[in-house]
């Protein structure tokens, strides 16, 4: 039992590390290129970092047949994708708008909503001292944006609707991710993603721009640890630990975000 939990914290450690690079690298490239065109090559990073643990999983022997998968799980797959791509939209508009640890610290919203939507639909319950976190995580919203003249609501109401997609998505990732696997949903959300912002850069701009070197760099090495590493370490933790003590751990990431942001965009909160 042990071992298991132990698993989950690597896991949710490696998600922090991902989560602070991701955030940092995504603003920065956002401060200097077009929103549609980063995403299409955010995502178009991710699959390539899918498609070569794909080979390896070929070479090991280890296959999963994903019309299986599809055929097993085809309604709830497809609501999930629907609800990722508005999420993953809305959270990138965000993040152009504001500070990264802004949005950052934002985020913690969902962990009330997982809470909720856990205990909604999977039954979980939180301790006493895990409800009183949850307060003071409520409280650190309030002060954050209450007469902030730094933070648009539009941004604000971004990030929380952002967030509660997410945190469904938590919810369905946690009841189908141990017989679909968290590299198997990781992938169809990469896909999925990929395709959207691939049609809106074909309906915008009528083709796909390349950024410059220099930006296009950065976002092959910070999609490593985003659209990969960062969604495939939170839905590995899922596998072991309740998802709205995943969404409570995971509010310690401002943190890290905010250190990042302060040595590397030279921003402030």
């Known amino acids: 039992m042990l071992q298991v939990n132990y698993r989950g914290y690597l896991w949710l450690v490696i998600s922090y590390i991902c989560g602070t690079i991701y955030l940092v690298a995504s603003k920065y490239v956002l401060n200097n290129i077009e929103q549609l065109t980063f995403l299409f090559w955010w995502y178009t990073s991710g699959i390539f970092y899918h498609s070569l643990h794909i080979v390896n999983d070929r070479i090991t022997h280890k296959r999963i ?8 799980n085809r309604k709830i797959l497809i609501l999930y994708v629907i609800l990722d791509v508005t999420a993953t939209f809305s959270f990138f508009t965000a993040v152009n708008m ?26 979980e319950m ?8 949850a307060a003071v995580i409520i409280c650190g919203l309030v ?42 949903i990781a992938r169809i959300r990469t896909i999925s993603v990929f395709v959207f912002f691939l049609i809106m850069n074909l309906v915008y701009y009528g083709g796909v721009s ?5 930006y296009l760099i950065i976002i ?31 509010s310690l990431q401002p943190v890290f975000i905010m250190g990042a942001s302060v040595m590397i965009l030279k921003t402030f909160p």
Not at 65 to 72: P, Q, T, Y
Not at 126 to 133: D, F, V
Not at 162 to 167: E, G, H, I, K, V
Request: hydrophobic residues 55%; proline residues 6%; glycine residues 6%.
């Open 220 to 250: 092959l090495l910070g999609a490593f640890f985003g659209p990969y590493l960062n969604v495939v370490s939170i839905y590995k933790t899922l596998e072991y630990i309740p998802a709205a003590k995943t969404a409570l751990f995971r």
């Open 143 to 184: 002060v954050m944006t209450y007469r902030s003249g730094s933070v648009p609501p539009f941004g604000v109401f971004l990030v929380l609707f952002a967030n509660f997609l997410a945190s469904f998505n938590l919810i369905i990732v946690k009841k189908i991710g141990v017989r679909v696997g968290a590299y198997t």
């Open 98 to 123: 504001l500070d990264p640890s802004i949005v950052s610290f934002l985020m913690q919203a969902q962990v009330i909503f997982t809470v909720i939507l856990g205990y909604l639909i999977l039954k």
């Open 126 to 133: 939180l301790h006493r001292t895990e409800l009183i976190a």
């Open 210 to 214: 390349v950024p410059p070197a220099q």
């Open 65 to 72: 047949f994903l019309r299986n998968v599809l055929k097993e």
